[in-house]
């Protein structure tokens, strides 16, 4: 997107009345897609982000500056911080908020687990309050994830399928957030979207998930692991475009029904929804590696390892029927020609002055 940031004229608001939208996590590589077409179509934006150290703060930096330059500010802050996000909430009167901040990756949870409880259960809940106690109260929006699945091995996953088997702390508390949302939906009257993500990749990624260590890791020689999951069988992810999941939040923000309650007061039954955004075929981990081998010219050293029991699952499918019927959600971008798209921006984004790949 950064090339449609700079080459930007003025926005067209697509409806008459614009959204304010504050986005939590919005120097977060889902956030910031998100935030700059929010503010491409006209919408306010105020982002929020607390600049974390979980993955190379320089690359949130760089997001953060391409959005400045488009006119989306940042603040730096903490979702737990009720006082400045009630000063938020004073300066603009938001009509939505795109929860994404928080703690991510299943792996970290081994050394770091309070993180989770912090950012995905405290913070979630903090920012709760503030909505709740808001007026009017703003629709709400937020990052679910599809890891709630857990153990499940029934493919395609849907909406309805069980997840009371979370694999990691992570997915316990994602799933935990799913409760949270039912709670305030219940006694407050917040209209809430809980949105479950499908190993989203694409420009400006995270380090710590596998297309983009692994892509690092081929360009420097270094063998990758490549999981078996149990009885050899395949590890395969359904992973889906940056592109087609900002489209989902926009559709998501964009039917999101106001809430019902004023100022903690219950008024009538307010919207609750749940929607998986992933892309509907799997591509098996050793496809990836052949994928990104091509694109990048280089032959990968692969070792073939038993997964291990840290917080990973063997497979994620999606069924996307109910989000392509009540969001018009349509992803379109296969692996391939999303994965392309991401080694040109990762070759230019890490190339020095001379030319060199500088990791
Ligand atoms: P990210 O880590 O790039 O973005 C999250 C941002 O939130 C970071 O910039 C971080 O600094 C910020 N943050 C974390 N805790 C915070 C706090 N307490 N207060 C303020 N800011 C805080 O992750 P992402 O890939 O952009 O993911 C966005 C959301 O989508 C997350 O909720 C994640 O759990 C969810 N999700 C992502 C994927 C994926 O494949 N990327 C899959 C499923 C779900």
Excluded at 6 to 28: D, M
Excluded at 56 to 65: E, N, Y
Excluded at 155 to 172: K, Q
Excluded at 236 to 256: E, M, P, Q
Aim: glycine share 8%; hydrophobic share 35%; aromatic share 10%.
């Amino acid at each position: 997107w950064e090339k449609r940031v700079r080459s930007s004229s003025r926005p067209k608001p697509h409806r008459s009345k614009p959204l304010i939208v504050l986005v939590t996590g919005a120097a977060g590589f889902v956030g910031s897609h998100v935030s700059a077409a929010l503010k491409r179509r006209g919408d306010g934006v105020l982002g929020l982000d607390n600049f974390n150290h979980y993955y190379d703060v320089s690359l949130k930096r760089a997001r953060q500056s391409l959005l400045n330059s488009q006119g989306v500010f940042i603040v730096e802050g903490d979702i737990n911080d009720s006082s400045l996000l009630r000063k938020l909430f004073d300066v603009a009167a938001f009509t939505h908020i795109l929860h994404l901040a928080a703690q991510a990756g299943v792996r970290y949870a081994m050394e770091n687990p309070s993180s989770y409880i912090d950012s995905n259960v405290a913070g979630f809940v903090s920012l709760l309050e503030v909505c709740k106690s808001a007026n009017p109260q703003p629709a709400i929006v937020w990052a679910s994830s599809s890891s709630v699945y857990g153990l499940n091995t029934e493919v395609p996953f849907s909406e309805s399928d069980r997840t009371d088997r979370p694999a990691s702390l992570y997915a316990a508390t994602k799933k935990a957030g799913e409760e949270i949302a039912h709670t305030y939906n219940h006694i407050y009257g917040l209209s809430i979207t809980g949105l479950r993500f499908f190993t989203v990749y694409g420009p400006w990624g995270r380090p710590d998930m596998a297309y983009f260590f692994f892509t690092k890791d081929i360009l420097q020689g270094k063998t990758i692991p490549i999981f078996e999951g149990p009885n050899h069988g395949t590890v395969a992810r359904d992973f889906t475009y940056i592109d087609d999941i900002v489209k989902g939040c926009l559709g998501s923000l964009d039917t999101a029904e106001k809430s019902t309650g004023t100022g903690g007061k219950k008024r009538g039954p307010a919207q609750l929804r749940i929607f998986n955004l992933g892309n509907t075929s799997p591509v098996p981990v050793k496809d990836l590696v052949s994928i990104l081998e091509r694109l990048l010219k280089v032959k990968a050293k692969k070792t073939i390892i038993k997964m291990p029991r840290n917080g990973d699952v063997p497979f994620t499918h999606a069924n996307i029927s109910l989000a392509q019927r009540e969001l018009g959600y349509k992803p379109t971008t296969d692996l391939q020609t999303g994965l392309k798209k991401f080694v040109k921006w990762y070759l230019g984004y890490y190339k020095d002055v001379e030319g060199k790949l500088a990791f």
